[in-house]
Nanobody
Framework: QVQLVESGGGLVQAGGSLRLSCAAS????????IGWFRQAPGKEREFVEA????????YYADSAKGRFTISRDNAKKMVYLQMNSLKPEDTAVYYC?????????????????WGQGTQVTVSS
């Protein structure tokens, strides 16, 4: 079993930065990729970024390229999402999740264990 807990959300002005954290429990954390998704009110959950478990290779949504950076610390069972140059359209609840099978990196169905989410609000 895996438990994921997000933190680090908050209210920030456009152009600002936030660092989200995802804390994991469970012995298998280090052998699975972890992804970040977000969901705005009235919209579907969308992929943001993910990181592989071994070489740390990142996978980005176009909306994240050049602004967001994902990293992980397997020893601490932590995954981070550094978000810079935030825009009002980045406002959403952000979730981290474990990718449980090979295949596409971008669909929510490829992820099984999810955290409860952390709210990010970017004001204009």
């Amino acid at each position: 079993q895996v438990q994921l807990v997000e933190s680090g959300g908050g209210l920030v002005q456009a152009g600002g930065s936030l660092r989200l954290s995802c804390a994991a429990s469970g012995r298998t954390f280090t052998v699975f990729p972890i992804g970040w998704f977000r969901q705005a009110p009235g919209k579907e959950r969308e992929f943001v970024e993910a990181i592989n478990y071994d070489d740390g290779s990142p996978y980005y949504a176009d909306s994240a390229k050049g602004r967001f950076t994902i990293s992980r610390d397997n020893a601490k069972k932590m995954v981070y999402l550094q978000m810079n140059s935030l825009k009002p359209e980045d406002t959403a609840v952000y979730y981290c999740a474990r990718k449980w099978r090979s295949g596409s990196w971008y669909g929510p169905d490829e992820y099984d264990w999810w955290g409860q989410g952390t709210q990010v609000t970017v004001s204009s």
